[in-house]
């Protein structure tokens, strides 16, 4: 029996993107956005969950989608890493996906130089680009987030 995976699908602009569950937090409805001084493209401010300070970014810019206000049929993502916790600006969310690691293509073997994908799932008819929070952090300037987290 081959092995498998779970992993949350979104939507950005008719693109599937994707995280390992094990990285999603939550996914809550689009809240007001408190806006920071901008030191980075992707970073639009910090929004209040459960007390917490989390920083909001749109990836849009990252895989060359155009760039748009955030609507109230939004959804955010929040991911975490080591540490730190990130929201992500998703048009929608699909749901949990269970795939065999069969169906993963590792980033390395098709993208060069993308530390932000981990990996490539072939699903059903479509592509999905199974991201990495890690990954987004390395590629988002952290200083720009450097935002205090409260526990």
Not at 64 to 80: C, G, K, T, Y
Not at 132 to 146: F, V
């Amino acid at each position: 029996m081959s092995e498998s995976g779970r992993i949350v699908v979104f939507t950005l602009a008719e693109r599937q993107l994707a995280f390992p569950l094990d990285e999603v937090e939550r996914v809550v409805r689009a809240v007001e956005i408190v806006s920071l001084p901008q030191e980075h493209d992707t970073t639009l401010g910090v929004v209040n969950i459960q007390g917490r300070i989390i920083p909001v970014i749109d990836i849009r810019g990252l895989f060359a989608l155009p760039q748009r206000e955030i609507e109230p049929s939004d959804v955010f993502v929040v991911v975490h890493t080591s540490g730190r916790s990130l929201v992500i600006v998703a048009d929608t969310v699909r749901g949990v996906v269970e795939y065999a690691d069969s169906d993963m293509i590792a980033a390395d073997d098709v993208l060069v130089g993308q530390e932000c994908v981990a990996g490539v799932l072939k699903y059903g008819e479509e592509t999905v680009l199974v991201c990495s929070a890690a990954g987004l952090l390395s590629r988002i300037d952290e200083q720009a987030m450097n935002v205090p987290q409260k526990e």
